[in-house]
């Protein structure tokens, strides 16, 4: 758990290496969430990796199609 406010770094790659987001700012002790809109990425792997002065974490997202709903009328 961070003791202090600090800078951190949000990237996520596509399989290939491209970057498709990024978000850089502050994060603060307690609790936190980083929203990131996805809905226009093609499904596929992606790497997203956080950074701060402390750390670097590193995980595997995977995006998967949208679903088609058939009306039933």
Known sequence: M??????MAFM???SEG?????K???IYPGSQ????PIGDLKP???FAVLRT???VRAER???LPKLIHASTT
């Open 2 to 7: 961070l003791a202090e406010k600090t800078t």
């Open 12 to 14: 996520m790659k596509s």
């Open 18 to 22: 491209e970057i498709v987001r990024r």
């Open 24 to 26: 850089a700012g502050f």
């Open 33 to 36: 969430k980083l929203q990131i």
């Open 44 to 46: 596929g792997t992606y």
């Open 53 to 55: 002065p402390d750390i």
């Open 61 to 63: 997202v995977y995006v």
